[in-house]
């Protein structure tokens, strides 16, 4: 497996560009699956997640060709089959898109339950129970979701907990069913309303995208459309936090700073700088930045994403602050690894009390999930010596050329095959 090797201590100076979402990317990957007309995104990142989505979709008679380094053309007009098999879905959860989308327009879908991050419980129940509401007959046999409805009915399913991929499922599986369905606790991410925005140039019916209520008038069928992933603000927000620790100042491009509004409040209660125009934002700091407390919880409140990230900056930051996950049960496991390079940790329950040191030492560590694994290169950025970052293979999951783009700041990053 690839390794990180980081030489630490060294301030980061210079401008990159943001790529788009990932986590928008792949459900718009699967609205493709909606209509028999070619989509067109621009935008799309590089990675690990994205290639696998589209081995998947390409398995289920998708043509895809790449029209540029970032920009696909899905052609879903001769689906084959309405399987998603166990070994095309076991390293990526969001491999659940496809059942809403399958079910809306081909009547029946066989998914492999998802796999994914190893960070904790991400049950597909509302996803079955929502899509049974609209009158889906629904069973889970041999680890295998199987679905058939004649035709999908709109209703009024409320969600007891805010799920981002249930809520994306429901509303693909809503576009094409009879009548109006109303989707309450919905998921409001950035993410959730650019798969909106694209379904709606493809000729959906959708209102209140961004509330915690989407209503969906489905059509009789959908068209044919371009659309641009939007900016990946968990990207631009690591990066921005890779700037502040390390002291020193750099220029995101192709971001958009409302959709880091917690991100930007936060860093700027750490004591760094940050300035903001259309699509660029600048972070610079110089001096000892203070410990911040954060909350996870669902969008607009702090990002689970970007979680880490913040642990990783108040491990070198004056006085103490509480880390509080309430998203996933699981996601501490890169405070051990942490505590490898000398941080000063402890957990109590869902939360994190992270006492800021004057400096951090370079060791080998392993990445546990996507966001961890940001978290240990951001540490390792400021620790003294080199720091070995195991099992990378979770940060090609979601982060783009990422020792590309440091090295482009001037960081001491090489990959070891």
Same mark, same amino acid.
Do not use: W
């Given at each position: ?169 429901? $509303?693909? +599986? %809503? !576009?094409?069913?009879? &009548?109006?369905?109303? #989707?309450? @606790? ?6 959730? /309303? ?45 990066? $921005?936090? +890779? %700037? !502040?620790?390390?002291? &020193?100042?750099?220029? #995101?491009? @192709? ?6 509004? /917690? ?48 642990? %990783? ?105």
């Amino acid at each position: 497996m690839d390794k990180l090797v980081i030489q630490g201590g060294v301030p980061l100076h210079g401008e990159i560009l943001i790529s788009g979402a990932k986590n928008a990317a792949l459900p718009i990957l699967c609205a493709s699956l909606l209509t028999e007309g070619p989509l067109t995104l621009g935008n799309v990142p590089q990675l690990h997640d994205i290639a696998t989505m589209g081995k998947l979709l390409a398995h289920m008679g998708v043509k895809i060709e790449a029209q540029g380094e970032h920009q696909l053309s899905l052609d879903a007009s001769h689906i084959h089959t309405c399987e998603a098999p166990y070994e095309m879905v076991k390293t990526m959860r969001a491999s659940i898109l496809v059942l809403g989308p399958l079910l809306a327009r081909f009547g029946h879908a066989r998914v492999s339950l998802p796999g994914g991050c190893a960070i904790g419980s991400r049950p597909v129940d509302l996803h079955i129970k929502g899509l049974q509401a609209m009158g889906a007959d629904i069973r889970i046999e041999h680890g295998y979701i199987e679905a058939k409805a004649d035709k999908l009915k709109g209703a009024r399913i409320f969600m007891d907990i805010v799920t981002v991929t249930g809520t994306e499922n429901l $509303m693909m +599986a %809503a !576009a094409l069913a009879d &009548g109006t369905t109303v #989707l309450e @606790n919905a998921a409001k991410e950035p993410e959730v /309303v650019d798969l909106a925005e694209c379904l709606i140039k493809m000729g959906a019916r959708i209102e209140g995208v961004g509330t915690d209520v989407i209503t969906v008038t489905g059509v009789p069928e959908l068209r044919s459309a371009q659309h641009d992933v939007v900016c990946d603000r968990i990207e631009a927000g690591t990066y $921005m936090v +890779a %700037a !502040a620790m390390t002291g &020193g100042k750099v220029k #995101l491009r @192709n971001v958009r700073a409302d959709l880091l509004d /917690v991100v930007i409040d936060k860093l700027r209660e750490s004591g760094a700088e940050i300035d903001d125009d259309d699509d660029s934002i600048t972070v610079s700091s110089a001096g000892a930045l203070k410990s911040v407390s954060i909350r996870t919880a669902p969008h607009p409140a702090f990002p689970t994403d970007m979680q880490a990230q913040f642990m %990783a900056l108040n491990t070198v930051a004056n006085a103490v602050a509480t880390v509080t996950e309430t998203i996933f049960e699981n996601r501490f496991m890169h405070v051990q690894e942490m505590r490898r390079l000398g941080a000063n940790i402890e957990v109590e329950g869902n939360t994190a009390i992270v006492r800021g040191c004057e400096f951090l030492e370079g060791a080998t560590v392993m990445a546990t999930d996507l966001r961890a694994s940001a978290g240990l290169v951001l540490a390792a950025l400021v620790a003294r010596g080199e720091t070995v970052i195991e099992r990378i293979y979770h940060l090609d999951r979601g982060y783009e050329r990422l020792e590309e783009k440091l090295g482009q700041l001037g960081a001491n990053v090489r990959r070891i095959k």
